[in-house]
């Protein structure tokens, strides 16, 4: 059971805008930022956003997250081929003193 | 070119003692804060430990605090976790991560490839 929920899978059409939830709580997205990683088959993970809605040079603008009370998304504009993947969100937890993750989605490119 | 190489993977019997290594390579390593993620096998990422790039202080997940110890040889732009009393269900790859600050959690930009851990008897 993860500290940071997420819906197991996702889908959507190419050129589709497609977006993925994540909910905690008051100790981690509620005080600190949110971070998102994808993760293609068999590879290491990357981020994608931090500071719940900053990307990384070399990141699309095709994604986009954001953040209110306990709760973030990531949001995915202009689905392509190459977006199927898994995501993760993340944040800093301050009453468990680390770093906590949402179990994942599967996204399905259709 | 900003690079992590994990290395010391492999197969360790329940209660077994294993030591990874990351180094780093590209960046000024002591100015940033570092981590380990874990996967197991067909799951999703957990975040093992941090140690910050100023004062060495570090951090735990509940999963592995008293066993695994973190740490960092700033002058060999080196990671370490000591892994003690291994159980069969700390069998995953483990990521070294470089953090985005020296002593704040708020991204994880650079990732290794992974070294997989196996615990059997």
């Known amino acids: 059971q993860s500290v940071l929920t997420q819906p197991p899978s996702a889908s959507g059409t190419p050129g589709q805008r497609v977006t993925i939830s994540c909910s905690g709580s008051?100790?981690?997205?509620?005080?600190?930022?949110v971070n998102w990683y994808q993760q293609l088959p068999g590879t290491a993970p990357k981020l994608l956003i931090y500071?719940?809605?900053q990307r990384p040079s070399g990141v699309p603008d095709r994604f986009s997250g954001s953040k209110s009370g306990t709760s973030a998304s990531l949001a995915i504009s202009g689905l392509q081929a190459e977006d199927e993947a898994d995501y993760y969100c993340?944040?800093?937890?301050?009453?468990?003193?680390?770093?906590?993750f949402g179990g994942g989605t599967k996204l399905t490119v259709l | 070119e900003v690079q992590l190489l994990e290395s010391g993977g492999g197969l360790v019997q329940p209660g077994g003692s294993l030591r990874l290594s990351c180094a780093a390579s590209g960046f000024t390593f002591s100015s940033y804060a570092m981590s380990w993620v874990r996967q197991a096998p067909g799951k999703g990422l957990e975040w093992v430990s941090a140690i910050s790039g100023s004062d060495g202080r570090t951090y735990y997940a509940d999963s592995v605090k008293g066993r695994f110890t973190i740490s960092r040889d700033n002058s060999k732009n080196a990671l370490y976790v000591q892994m003690n009393s291994l159980r069969a269900e700390d069998a995953a790859v483990y990521y070294c991560a470089k953090e985005m600050a020296v002593a704040n959690y708020y991204g994880m930009d650079v990732w290794g490839q992974g070294t997989t851990v196996t615990v059997s008897s």
């Open positions: 993340a944040a800093w937890d301050d009453s468990l003193t680390g770093r906590v």
């Open positions: 500071r719940s809605n």
């Open positions: 008051s100790s981690n997205i509620g005080s600190n930022t």
